[in-house]
């Protein structure tokens, strides 16, 4: 079973318009229960795996993500917020084949918010054996080592943890020893640093050794890499680009989840994880994807040891 921890959903919308001036009357609208959280869980609900997610979402706007992630098969624990969940807007325009992202910063997160969320989570975890994950952004008013006492609470409560994130709770997030770190070549920059800058093996071996446990790194279309410790593997899907990559690395770790919970080693879960995000390119909205191009796409990913 695979479960989320959402602390900063949003409602994602993407417009597909002519071009990016004047008044455009959209070609179509998807709108989606988004965040980096649900995007995961609902492309591993589209790949058949049962999920829930605990969600931190206000009045109005936050009715329409938990119905919206209920819809793609995710089953939502509402906690309550304090403040309106927020919007993410995605245009494309068919002129210039380019994508404009208009993202809405976190909301506010109050201490007794997340204290609660929290212990939904950890509550909900010791019925729901599997992977945890906790994925996005933070608000600045998030407490302090918020996503460290996330990991601890759900290892307490006797599940696997994986994270995705940025800034600095990643940093403690890492520290709290993590099963699975998923980030992208950015953020593992901003997490290790060093001078010059590291290689991308350098990288999965500095943040392993912190955790001790998997470690992933996605690079757009350069790939991906892992370790396990044991070895360093590469991941390309060659001929796949697609013009829609919002919600891509989400998805990647949404079919990431649902190959390891699956028992796949790594080898295979990198594969499908990389053909979920590169079937997420293909078409308009944050983590909609055709379930089966991805398991054919799966078949093509050359997976090769990391040099």
């Known amino acids: 079973m695979i479960s989320a921890l959402a602390l900063s959903p949003s409602l994602d919308v993407t417009y597909v318009v002519d071009e990016l001036a004047g008044i455009q009357r959209p070609h179509s609208v998807h709108r989606v229960a988004g965040g980096k959280a649900l995007n995961a869980a609902r492309a591993a609900a589209a790949l058949g795996a049962r999920v829930s997610a605990v969600a931190v979402l206000g009045a109005g706007v936050g009715r329409d993500v938990a119905d919206g992630a209920r819809a793609d098969g995710v089953d939502v624990h509402v906690v309550p917020g304090t403040e309106p969940t927020r919007s993410c807007v995605s245009i494309f325009s068919r002129d210039s084949g380019r994508l404009t992202e208009i993202y809405e910063r976190a909301v506010p997160l109050s201490r007794d918010t997340a204290a609660v969320a929290l212990d939904t989570a950890a509550l909900l975890a010791a019925a729901r054996p599997g992977w945890w994950f906790v994925a996005g952004g933070l608000p600045g008013s998030a407490p302090d080592g918020l996503l460290a006492d996330a990991v601890r609470r759900l290892h307490d409560a006797g599940v696997r943890v ?5 800034g600095t709770a990643l940093g403690s997030a890492v520290d709290a020893g993590p099963d699975l770190v998923k980030v992208n070549r950015a953020e593992a920059l901003e997490l290790v640093g060093g001078d010059p800058e590291p290689s991308v093996p350098e990288l999965l071996a500095a943040i392993r050794l912190r955790t001790g446990g998997l470690v992933v790194i996605t690079d757009g279309a350069a790939g991906a890499w892992a370790t ?9 899907l060659a001929g796949h680009t697609g013009g829609f990559p919002v919600g891509s690395g989400d998805s990647f770790l949404g079919g990431l989840l649902v190959a390891l919970d699956g028992g796949a080693d790594l080898a295979e879960a990198l594969a499908l994880a990389t053909a979920t995000g590169t079937a997420n390119a293909q078409v308009p909205g944050a983590a909609v994807l055709d379930a089966a191009l991805a398991r054919r796409l799966a078949q093509e990913v050359e997976i090769a040891p990391a040099r």
């Open 228 to 236: 396990n410790g044991d070895r360093v593997l590469r991941a390309r």
């Open 162 to 166: 994986a994270i995705d994130s940025h």
